[in-house]
């Protein structure tokens, strides 16, 4: 359901959100989340043009999350770099289809289902899980 650009924003979010006030260098990010380096920059680009990251030019620079892991949601994260698309209308263009068919209104649901889901889960709580396992990313990578 999640594009690999929507994956890949989230693994660059949930390491940053780790990294309070330290900022990652692009290349430090694609290494510890597998991300390709040039795939990385516009997912990087995608996030700060929706305020979720800034740019830190210069010496010691790198991106950082632009507001605290409390405020962020995976729903942020997904719509900033590949936003779920809900269906509004006939997919096939049909003019005898003037509301969703029962087909199309079912998988719109889902799509809303999941946004809802999305929205309801900040990078905080992802950090204060029990789990061992770091969300999406490769900690001894670092």
Do not use: N
């Not at 380096?37 to 997912?43: A, E, F, S, T």
């Not at 289809?97 to 649901?109: G, I, V, W």
């Not at 809303?112 to 789990?131: D, H, Y």
Request: proline letters at 8%.
């Amino acid at each position: 359901m999640l594009s690999k650009t929507a994956e890949y924003a989230l693994r660059a979010a949930v390491w940053l959100a780790q990294q309070p006030g330290e900022p990652a260098s692009a290349d430090q990010l694609a290494e510890v989340t597998k991300v390709p380096r040039r795939y990385l920059h516009k997912v990087l680009q995608d996030l700060a043009r929706a305020a979720l990251v800034r740019s830190q030019p210069g010496p010691g620079g790198g991106y950082c999350l632009a507001r605290p892991p409390e405020k962020v949601t995976i729903l942020d994260v997904v719509s900033a770099t590949a936003p779920l698309e809900r269906i509004k209308h006939c997919p096939l263009g049909l003019p005898t289809h003037t509301r969703l068919c029962p087909l199309h209104k079912e998988l719109d649901r889902v799509y809303a289902s999941a946004e809802e889901a999305f929205g309801r889960v900040t990078l905080a709580q992802l950090m204060r899980s029990s789990s061992k396992i770091v969300p999406l990313c490769d900690v001894g990578s670092a």
